[in-house]
């Protein structure tokens, strides 16, 4: 196990390098002037030359990339060009209200899309069914940023009892929340349903009920227990999106989060913002797909047996083996 969470960790290397080059290639051909930008449009051509002399701007696009590689190696990402301060000071700053934001929307996709999927399955062609698929594609059909502006046009500017924006308390995260949570819960609840179908008619399950355990037992610790695999990875994938997608969201509603930073900085051509904040985000991606492998080898036995550490057997001496 050790073994294979190295090899995944150094696969992330190239990862992280294709990402760097194709975002620094995007930002490099995009057609505006980060000093222009920095010194607004009244500002005279020689200071602009001059801070683009300063900034490295004139160099060939080889040479500034192989320039911010050099200095993010050692720990360098260069600093904001709006505030002029590192650029992870910033990001560790706003990624706090990301991960609490995504944390909260997973835990509302994991509840209620696994307790869908599960009534749905064991509703199969009744009329709750109907009512679950139908819901579940409506909420994959809705588009989030229209979700929230009805929620703020409902909750926040009819009835008043909801903020419209900012982090003011609890209250603040319930409509991005249930705007990021929707076409989550849509996904793990086709995939619950279509995982726990193909359990519920495997033989250990009608053992279980053939033993007279009750069938809320049968149903989640035979039956979803052993359709977990196709569901951690939506879990995953969707907890991922989550962090890195919720930028729409947080704009919508003006979070100060990660999202939200990485678009101001986009608007203003601060390339060091962008680059250690997508380089950020794409590493915290990594780092849960290669959770959701490892949960996969805690959850089924026979995926650990491949990472156990095998002993070579000890062969028997030359006279015993003659016998």
């Known amino acids: 196990m050790v073994k294979y969470i190295v090899k995944r960790i150094l696969v992330l290397i190239p990862i992280l390098l294709a990402v760097s080059f194709v975002v620094f290639a995007i ?80 835990l509302t996709v994991t509840i209620v899309g696994i307790l869908l999927g599960v009534i749905s399955a064991v509703k199969q062609r009744t009329v709750i069914d109907a009512i679950v698929t139908v819901l579940s594609m409506l909420a994959a059909a809705v588009p989030g940023f229209w979700l929230a502006l009805m929620m703020m046009l409902l909750f926040a500017s009819y009835m008043g009892f909801l903020p419209t924006y900012g982090i003011e308390s609890w209250k603040s995260y319930i409509m991005p929340v249930i705007a990021l949570s929707m076409p989550g819960i ?60 919720s930028v729409v969201i947080e704009t919508v509603f003006s979070l100060p989060g990660l999202g939200n930073l990485i678009v101001t900085s986009i608007r203003s051509k601060d390339d060091p913002m962008v680059m250690a904040g997508t380089l950020f985000v794409a590493l915290i991606f990594c780092l849960i797909l290669l959770a959701v492998d490892v949960a996969y080898a805690l959850i089924d036995p026979r995926l650990r047996t491949r990472y156990v550490h095998q002993r070579k057997p000890r062969w028997r001496s030359k006279e015993v083996a003659a016998r």
Do not use: C, W
Request: hydrophobic residues 45%; without cysteine; charged residues 20%.
């Open 27 to 106: 930002l490099s051909f995009i057609p505006s002037d980060a000093a222009r930008i920095m010194l607004g449009a009244n500002a005279p051509q020689e200071a602009v030359d001059a801070l683009r002399e300063s900034l490295g701007l004139n160099d060939p696009f080889l040479v500034r990339y192989g320039n911010y590689m050099l200095n993010a190696f050692q720990g360098d990402f260069g600093n904001s060009y709006r505030s002029g301060q590192p650029v992870f000071d910033e990001i560790l700053v706003r990624f706090p209200v990301t991960l609490k934001l995504a944390v909260f929307s997973i």
């Open 186 to 245: 849509a996904e793990l609840t086709r995939m619950t349903r279509s995982a726990m179908l193909e359990t519920i008619g495997q033989d250990y399950v009608r053992t279980a009920r053939s033993k007279g355990l009750r069938e809320g037992l049968v149903m989640f610790r035979h039956a979803l227990k052993n359709a977990l695999m196709p569901i951690i990875t939506v879990i995953g994938s969707n907890f991922g999106s989550l962090l890195g997608g």
